[in-house]
Protein backbone atom coordinates (compact mmCIF):
# COMPACT_ATOMS: atom_id res chain seq x y z
CA UNK A 1 0.00 0.00 0.00
CA UNK A 2 0.82 3.68 -0.57
CA UNK A 3 2.52 4.96 2.42
CA UNK A 4 0.48 7.11 4.61
CA UNK A 5 0.44 10.78 4.52
CA UNK A 6 2.94 12.61 7.21
CA UNK A 7 1.58 13.08 10.67
CA UNK A 8 0.55 16.51 11.76
CA UNK A 9 1.68 17.07 14.86
CA UNK A 10 -2.32 17.17 16.85
CA UNK A 11 -0.91 17.33 20.82
CA UNK A 12 -3.85 19.39 22.28
CA UNK A 13 -6.20 18.88 19.91
CA UNK A 14 -6.69 14.67 19.78
CA UNK A 15 -7.96 13.50 22.95
CA UNK A 16 -7.88 9.63 23.68
CA UNK A 17 -10.26 7.52 25.67
CA UNK A 18 -9.02 3.94 26.54
CA UNK A 19 -11.67 1.32 27.38
CA UNK A 20 -10.94 -1.26 29.74
CA UNK A 21 -8.20 -1.10 32.42
CA UNK A 22 -6.82 -4.52 32.31
CA UNK A 23 -3.01 -5.23 31.92
CA UNK A 24 -3.11 -3.94 28.43
CA UNK A 25 -5.26 -0.58 28.25
CA UNK A 26 -3.36 0.61 31.26
CA UNK A 27 -0.46 0.07 28.92
CA UNK A 28 -1.67 2.03 25.68
CA UNK A 29 -3.32 4.85 27.96
CA UNK A 30 0.37 5.13 29.48
CA UNK A 31 1.85 5.30 26.05
CA UNK A 32 -1.40 8.15 24.62
CA UNK A 33 -0.93 9.75 27.95
CA UNK A 34 2.49 10.64 26.99
CA UNK A 35 1.32 12.67 24.10
CA UNK A 36 -1.86 13.54 24.85
CA UNK A 37 -4.68 14.31 27.24
CA UNK A 38 -5.41 10.95 27.72
CA UNK A 39 -8.26 9.05 29.58
CA UNK A 40 -8.66 5.95 31.15
CA UNK A 41 -12.05 3.62 31.96
CA UNK A 42 -12.50 1.03 34.19
CA UNK A 43 -15.65 -0.83 35.07
CA UNK A 44 -14.84 -0.75 38.70
CA UNK A 45 -15.47 2.42 40.52
CA UNK A 46 -12.57 1.44 43.07
CA UNK A 47 -10.06 0.55 40.95
CA UNK A 48 -10.80 3.56 38.35
CA UNK A 49 -10.00 5.84 41.98
CA UNK A 50 -7.40 3.72 43.03
CA UNK A 51 -5.68 4.14 39.19
CA UNK A 52 -6.03 8.13 39.50
CA UNK A 53 -4.79 8.53 42.93
CA UNK A 54 -2.22 5.70 42.91
CA UNK A 55 -0.64 6.01 39.45
CA UNK A 56 -0.27 2.39 39.75
CA UNK A 57 -2.64 -0.02 38.38
CA UNK A 58 -1.84 -2.88 41.20
CA UNK A 59 -4.02 -5.48 40.36
CA UNK A 60 -2.94 -5.60 36.45
CA UNK A 61 0.43 -3.98 36.51
CA UNK A 62 2.23 -3.35 39.94
CA UNK A 63 5.24 -1.62 40.09
CA UNK A 64 4.87 -0.06 37.26
CA UNK A 65 4.43 4.19 37.47
CA UNK A 66 1.80 5.29 35.33
CA UNK A 67 2.30 9.09 34.09
CA UNK A 68 0.83 11.65 36.69
CA UNK A 69 -1.36 13.22 33.77
CA UNK A 70 -3.09 9.95 33.21
CA UNK A 71 -6.54 10.01 34.67
CA UNK A 72 -8.96 6.83 35.15
CA UNK A 73 -12.69 7.14 35.58
CA UNK A 74 -15.38 4.49 35.72
CA UNK A 75 -17.95 7.09 34.39
CA UNK A 76 -19.12 6.81 30.97
CA UNK A 77 -19.99 10.70 30.84
CA UNK A 78 -16.67 11.87 31.89
CA UNK A 79 -15.02 9.52 29.02
CA UNK A 80 -17.22 11.45 26.51
CA UNK A 81 -17.01 14.82 27.99
CA UNK A 82 -13.04 14.44 28.05
CA UNK A 83 -13.25 13.57 24.36
CA UNK A 84 -15.59 16.41 23.37
CA UNK A 85 -13.09 18.96 25.13
CA UNK A 86 -10.59 18.17 21.98
CA UNK A 87 -11.63 18.22 17.91
CA UNK A 88 -10.73 14.64 17.29
CA UNK A 89 -11.30 11.82 19.04
CA UNK A 90 -9.17 8.50 19.35
CA UNK A 91 -11.25 5.70 21.56
CA UNK A 92 -8.93 2.57 22.60
CA UNK A 93 -10.88 -0.49 23.55
CA UNK A 94 -8.91 -2.84 25.68
CA UNK A 95 -10.92 -5.31 26.87
CA UNK A 96 -10.70 -8.83 25.07
CA UNK A 97 -12.91 -10.59 23.15
CA UNK A 98 -15.56 -11.50 25.47
CA UNK A 99 -16.37 -7.99 26.16
CA UNK A 100 -15.94 -6.29 22.68
CA UNK A 101 -19.83 -6.58 22.01
CA UNK A 102 -20.75 -4.85 24.65
CA UNK A 103 -18.15 -2.15 24.79
CA UNK A 104 -19.21 -1.25 21.00
CA UNK A 105 -22.89 -1.70 22.26
CA UNK A 106 -22.50 0.71 24.82
CA UNK A 107 -20.58 3.51 22.45
CA UNK A 108 -23.43 2.67 20.06
CA UNK A 109 -25.50 4.75 22.23
CA UNK A 110 -23.30 6.40 23.85
CA UNK A 111 -21.11 8.33 21.16
CA UNK A 112 -24.16 10.02 19.08
CA UNK A 113 -25.62 11.05 21.69
CA UNK A 114 -22.28 12.91 22.94
CA UNK A 115 -21.80 14.60 19.06
CA UNK A 116 -19.09 11.87 18.58
CA UNK A 117 -20.27 10.35 16.23
CA UNK A 118 -17.17 10.82 13.99
CA UNK A 119 -14.97 9.38 16.34
CA UNK A 120 -12.04 7.11 15.60
CA UNK A 121 -12.45 3.28 17.49
CA UNK A 122 -9.28 0.96 17.41
CA UNK A 123 -9.39 -2.28 19.19
CA UNK A 124 -6.81 -4.37 20.21
CA UNK A 125 -8.46 -7.47 21.06
CA UNK A 126 -6.92 -11.13 19.94
CA UNK A 127 -9.41 -14.10 18.96
CA UNK A 128 -12.17 -14.96 17.33
CA UNK A 129 -15.44 -15.03 19.43
CA UNK A 130 -15.59 -18.34 21.26
CA UNK A 131 -19.23 -18.77 20.37
CA UNK A 132 -20.17 -17.39 17.17
CA UNK A 133 -16.49 -17.59 15.32
CA UNK A 134 -16.54 -14.24 14.28
CA UNK A 135 -13.42 -11.80 14.36
CA UNK A 136 -13.41 -8.54 16.33
CA UNK A 137 -14.44 -6.55 13.18
CA UNK A 138 -17.24 -8.58 12.28
CA UNK A 139 -18.76 -7.93 15.82
CA UNK A 140 -17.84 -4.53 15.55
CA UNK A 141 -18.86 -3.87 12.14
CA UNK A 142 -22.66 -5.53 13.35
CA UNK A 143 -22.61 -3.71 16.90
CA UNK A 144 -21.67 0.20 15.43
CA UNK A 145 -23.53 -0.70 12.78
CA UNK A 146 -25.86 2.31 13.81
CA UNK A 147 -23.04 4.86 13.68
CA UNK A 148 -22.00 5.06 10.28
CA UNK A 149 -19.92 7.46 10.76
CA UNK A 150 -17.71 6.30 12.71
CA UNK A 151 -13.86 5.25 11.70
CA UNK A 152 -12.61 1.85 12.45
CA UNK A 153 -9.52 -0.50 13.21
CA UNK A 154 -7.42 -2.82 14.91
CA UNK A 155 -4.36 -1.94 16.50
CA UNK A 156 -2.02 -4.91 17.05
CA UNK A 157 1.76 -6.11 17.28
CA UNK A 158 4.04 -7.68 19.05
CA UNK A 159 3.57 -6.33 22.66
CA UNK A 160 3.93 -7.36 25.90
CA UNK A 161 1.72 -4.32 28.27
CA UNK A 162 4.07 -4.59 30.96
CA UNK A 163 7.18 -3.29 28.65
CA UNK A 164 5.11 -0.81 26.69
CA UNK A 165 3.84 0.44 30.12
CA UNK A 166 7.08 0.88 31.61
CA UNK A 167 8.36 3.01 28.14
CA UNK A 168 10.03 0.40 26.49
CA UNK A 169 10.49 0.75 22.85
CA UNK A 170 7.91 -1.01 20.84
CA UNK A 171 6.56 -1.19 17.38
CA UNK A 172 2.47 -1.92 16.21
CA UNK A 173 0.40 -1.79 13.46
CA UNK A 174 -2.94 -0.09 12.91
CA UNK A 175 -5.19 -1.77 10.39
CA UNK A 176 -8.11 0.02 9.05
CA UNK A 177 -9.94 0.92 5.46
CA UNK A 178 -9.86 4.44 6.74
CA UNK A 179 -7.23 6.21 6.36
CA UNK A 180 -8.31 8.80 8.94
CA UNK A 181 -8.05 6.20 11.78
CA UNK A 182 -4.77 4.91 10.58
CA UNK A 183 -3.45 9.12 10.98
CA UNK A 184 -5.39 9.45 13.91
CA UNK A 185 -3.88 5.99 15.88
CA UNK A 186 -0.40 6.67 14.70
CA UNK A 187 -1.13 10.45 15.85
CA UNK A 188 -2.18 9.20 19.15
CA UNK A 189 0.33 6.98 19.94
CA UNK A 190 3.60 6.87 17.77
CA UNK A 191 6.04 9.10 19.03
CA UNK A 192 9.42 8.32 21.67
CA UNK A 193 9.68 4.69 21.75
CA UNK A 194 6.37 3.68 19.73
CA UNK A 195 6.38 2.91 16.62
CA UNK A 196 2.65 2.24 14.74
CA UNK A 197 2.89 0.83 11.32
CA UNK A 198 0.18 1.32 9.19
CA UNK A 199 -1.59 -1.63 6.88
CA UNK A 200 -5.38 -1.86 5.29
CA UNK A 201 -5.36 -5.66 5.96
CA UNK A 202 -7.82 -6.04 8.97
CA UNK A 203 -8.34 -9.53 8.81
CA UNK A 204 -4.56 -10.47 8.15
CA UNK A 205 -3.82 -8.80 11.33
CA UNK A 206 -6.51 -10.51 12.99
CA UNK A 207 -6.28 -13.82 12.18
CA UNK A 208 -2.16 -13.24 12.89
CA UNK A 209 -3.17 -12.08 16.88
CA UNK A 210 -5.91 -14.53 16.96
CA UNK A 211 -3.53 -17.67 15.98
CA UNK A 212 -0.29 -16.86 17.50
CA UNK A 213 -2.56 -17.09 21.00
CA UNK A 214 -2.92 -20.91 20.02
CA UNK A 215 0.62 -21.85 19.08
CA UNK A 216 2.01 -19.98 21.96
CA UNK A 217 0.02 -22.39 23.80
CA UNK A 218 1.54 -25.54 21.71
CA UNK A 219 4.57 -24.04 22.24
CA UNK A 220 4.68 -23.78 25.74
CA UNK A 221 3.31 -27.47 26.12
CA UNK A 222 6.49 -28.80 24.24
CA UNK A 223 8.56 -26.79 26.30
CA UNK A 224 6.85 -28.07 29.11
CA UNK A 225 7.40 -31.06 28.18
CA UNK A 226 11.36 -30.60 27.69
CA UNK A 227 10.74 -31.19 23.66
CA UNK A 228 13.50 -28.94 22.72
CA UNK A 229 14.25 -25.98 20.94
CA UNK A 230 14.37 -27.90 17.62
CA UNK A 231 10.42 -28.86 18.54
CA UNK A 232 9.98 -25.24 19.26
CA UNK A 233 11.12 -23.76 15.94
CA UNK A 234 8.89 -26.45 13.78
CA UNK A 235 5.57 -25.23 15.99
CA UNK A 236 7.06 -21.66 15.38
CA UNK A 237 6.89 -22.16 11.06
CA UNK A 238 4.41 -24.41 10.74
CA UNK A 239 2.22 -22.27 12.96
CA UNK A 240 2.97 -19.98 11.06
CA UNK A 241 2.05 -21.90 7.95
CA UNK A 242 -1.05 -22.48 9.50
CA UNK A 243 -1.71 -19.25 10.43
CA UNK A 244 -1.46 -17.88 6.85
CA UNK A 245 -3.22 -20.46 5.09
CA UNK A 246 -6.35 -19.78 7.16
CA UNK A 247 -5.94 -16.14 6.83
CA UNK A 248 -6.01 -16.21 3.02
CA UNK A 249 -8.82 -18.38 2.76
CA UNK A 250 -10.42 -15.48 5.04
CA UNK A 251 -9.30 -12.76 2.47
CA UNK A 252 -6.32 -11.32 3.75
CA UNK A 253 -2.94 -10.46 2.22
CA UNK A 254 -0.13 -13.79 2.81
CA UNK A 255 2.38 -10.80 2.71
CA UNK A 256 0.94 -9.54 6.38
CA UNK A 257 2.04 -12.85 8.12
CA UNK A 258 5.62 -12.15 7.63
CA UNK A 259 4.98 -8.59 9.44
CA UNK A 260 4.25 -7.26 13.03
CA UNK A 261 0.97 -8.70 13.91
CA UNK A 262 1.90 -12.59 12.29
CA UNK A 263 5.56 -13.72 12.92
CA UNK A 264 6.62 -10.79 15.12
CA UNK A 265 3.86 -11.30 17.37
CA UNK A 266 4.18 -15.23 16.86
CA UNK A 267 8.04 -15.06 17.86
CA UNK A 268 7.42 -12.61 20.97
CA UNK A 269 4.52 -15.03 22.32
CA UNK A 270 6.03 -18.16 21.55
CA UNK A 271 9.18 -17.37 23.71
CA UNK A 272 8.57 -14.45 25.31
CA UNK A 273 7.77 -16.07 29.21
CA UNK A 274 5.59 -12.66 30.16
CA UNK A 275 3.01 -14.40 27.10
CA UNK A 276 0.20 -15.57 29.31
CA UNK A 277 -0.54 -17.85 26.54
CA UNK A 278 2.80 -19.58 26.26
CA UNK A 279 2.71 -19.71 30.44
CA UNK A 280 -0.56 -21.64 30.11
CA UNK A 281 0.84 -23.92 27.55
CA UNK A 282 4.07 -24.59 30.27
CA UNK A 283 1.68 -25.78 33.00
CA UNK A 284 -0.34 -27.91 30.79
CA UNK A 285 2.74 -30.09 29.68
CA UNK A 286 3.90 -29.98 33.00
CA UNK A 287 0.71 -31.57 34.01
CA UNK A 288 -1.26 -29.09 35.61
CA UNK A 289 -5.12 -29.46 34.85
CA UNK A 290 -6.43 -26.29 32.68
CA UNK A 291 -9.45 -25.13 35.47
CA UNK A 292 -6.48 -24.80 38.02
CA UNK A 293 -4.37 -22.82 35.95
CA UNK A 294 -7.58 -20.11 34.77
CA UNK A 295 -8.66 -19.93 38.59
CA UNK A 296 -6.86 -17.19 38.94
CA UNK A 297 -9.35 -15.73 35.97
CA UNK A 298 -5.76 -15.49 33.93
CA UNK A 299 -6.40 -13.86 30.36
CA UNK A 300 -5.25 -16.47 27.97
CA UNK A 301 -7.63 -15.77 24.97
CA UNK A 302 -5.74 -18.46 23.07
CA UNK A 303 -7.66 -20.65 25.44
CA UNK A 304 -10.81 -18.66 24.83
CA UNK A 305 -10.85 -19.30 20.72
CA UNK A 306 -8.84 -22.37 20.12
CA UNK A 307 -12.13 -24.01 19.15
CA UNK A 308 -13.64 -21.17 17.36
CA UNK A 309 -10.69 -20.94 15.27
CA UNK A 310 -10.71 -24.72 14.49
CA UNK A 311 -14.84 -24.15 13.38
CA UNK A 312 -13.82 -21.16 11.33
CA UNK A 313 -11.02 -23.28 9.22
CA UNK A 314 -13.24 -26.73 8.97
CA UNK A 315 -16.17 -24.14 7.27
CA UNK A 316 -13.26 -22.96 4.52
CA UNK A 317 -11.67 -26.69 4.53
CA UNK A 318 -8.33 -25.13 6.19
CA UNK A 319 -6.17 -27.70 7.84
CA UNK A 320 -4.80 -26.55 10.99
CA UNK A 321 -3.25 -29.80 13.15
CA UNK A 322 -1.85 -27.78 15.42
CA UNK A 323 -4.58 -25.84 16.07
CA UNK A 324 -6.86 -29.01 15.85
CA UNK A 325 -4.08 -30.91 18.39
CA UNK A 326 -4.19 -28.14 21.17
CA UNK A 327 -8.16 -28.32 20.50
CA UNK A 328 -8.01 -31.62 21.64
CA UNK A 329 -5.64 -30.95 24.72
CA UNK A 330 -7.48 -28.30 26.09
CA UNK A 331 -10.84 -29.75 25.74
CA UNK A 332 -11.04 -33.33 25.19
CA UNK A 333 -8.37 -34.72 27.55
CA UNK A 334 -5.60 -35.79 24.88
CA UNK A 335 -2.74 -36.00 26.75
CA UNK A 336 -0.14 -33.36 25.70
CA UNK A 337 2.71 -35.97 25.12
CA UNK A 338 0.02 -38.04 22.82
CA UNK A 339 -0.89 -34.69 20.99
CA UNK A 340 3.03 -34.56 19.89
CA UNK A 341 3.06 -38.05 18.29
CA UNK A 342 -0.15 -37.39 16.68
CA UNK A 343 1.41 -34.25 15.05
CA UNK A 344 4.64 -36.24 14.16
CA UNK A 345 2.97 -39.04 13.22
CA UNK A 346 0.91 -37.06 10.30
CA UNK A 347 2.11 -38.30 6.63
CA UNK A 348 5.35 -36.60 5.22
CA UNK A 349 4.47 -33.87 2.67
CA UNK A 350 5.66 -31.30 0.35
CA UNK A 351 6.37 -27.83 2.87
N1 LIG B 1 -1.48 -7.98 27.87
C1 LIG B 1 -0.85 -7.80 26.74
O1 LIG B 1 0.38 -7.74 26.73
C2 LIG B 1 -1.62 -7.65 25.46
C3 LIG B 1 -2.95 -8.01 25.34
N2 LIG B 1 -3.61 -7.89 24.16
C4 LIG B 1 -5.00 -8.26 24.01
O2 LIG B 1 -5.79 -7.27 24.65
C5 LIG B 1 -6.97 -7.86 25.21
C6 LIG B 1 -7.05 -7.50 26.69
O3 LIG B 1 -5.92 -8.09 27.29
P1 LIG B 1 -5.36 -7.65 28.70
O4 LIG B 1 -5.52 -6.21 28.94
O5 LIG B 1 -4.01 -8.21 28.80
O6 LIG B 1 -6.35 -8.45 29.65
P2 LIG B 1 -6.55 -8.26 31.22
O7 LIG B 1 -7.09 -9.53 31.73
O8 LIG B 1 -5.30 -7.72 31.80
O9 LIG B 1 -7.66 -7.10 31.31
C7 LIG B 1 -8.93 -7.23 30.74
C8 LIG B 1 -9.67 -5.93 30.94
O10 LIG B 1 -10.93 -6.01 30.27
C9 LIG B 1 -11.97 -5.96 31.23
N3 LIG B 1 -12.94 -7.00 30.87
C10 LIG B 1 -12.79 -8.32 30.94
N4 LIG B 1 -13.87 -8.95 30.47
C11 LIG B 1 -14.72 -7.97 30.12
C12 LIG B 1 -16.02 -7.99 29.60
N5 LIG B 1 -16.67 -9.14 29.33
N6 LIG B 1 -16.62 -6.80 29.37
C13 LIG B 1 -15.96 -5.64 29.63
N7 LIG B 1 -14.73 -5.59 30.13
C14 LIG B 1 -14.12 -6.74 30.37
C15 LIG B 1 -11.35 -6.25 32.58
O11 LIG B 1 -12.13 -5.63 33.58
P3 LIG B 1 -12.12 -6.15 35.10
O12 LIG B 1 -10.73 -5.88 35.61
O13 LIG B 1 -13.15 -5.31 35.76
O14 LIG B 1 -12.44 -7.61 35.05
C16 LIG B 1 -9.99 -5.63 32.40
O15 LIG B 1 -10.07 -4.24 32.55
C17 LIG B 1 -6.85 -9.37 24.95
O16 LIG B 1 -7.61 -9.72 23.82
C18 LIG B 1 -5.37 -9.59 24.67
O17 LIG B 1 -5.14 -10.66 23.80
C19 LIG B 1 -2.99 -7.35 23.08
C20 LIG B 1 -1.66 -6.95 23.13
C21 LIG B 1 -0.88 -7.10 24.33
O1 LIG C 1 -0.54 -10.39 22.69
C1 LIG C 1 0.39 -10.32 23.44
C2 LIG C 1 1.71 -9.80 23.02
O2 LIG C 1 1.66 -9.21 21.76
C3 LIG C 1 0.28 -10.80 24.83
O3 LIG C 1 0.34 -12.17 24.82
P1 LIG C 1 -0.42 -13.01 25.94
O4 LIG C 1 -1.89 -12.68 25.81
O5 LIG C 1 -0.10 -14.43 25.65
O6 LIG C 1 0.11 -12.55 27.27
Known sequence: MPAPAAIQPQQGRLRVAVLGAGAWGTALAAAAARLHPTLLWARDAAQAAAISSAHENIRYLPGVRLPATLGCTDSMDAVYAH???????????GVPVAGLQAACAGLALGLPAHGLGHAA?????KGFEADTGRLPHEVVAQALAAVPALGT???SGPSFARE?????????????PSADVRELAMAGLHGGNVRVYASQDVVGVEVGGAVKNVIAIACGIADGLDMGANARAALVTRGLAEMTRLGVAL????ETFAGLTGLGDLVLTTTGDLSRNRRAGLEIGRGRPLADILAGGMTAEGV????????RARALGVDMPITEAVSRVLFENL?????????????????
Open 164 to 176: VAQGLPVALTIAS
Open 153 to 155: GVL
Open 251 to 254: GAQA
Open 335 to 351: APRDAVQLLLGREAGFE
Open 83 to 93: LRDGDQALIIL
Open 121 to 125: VAWTC
Open 304 to 311: RCARATLQ
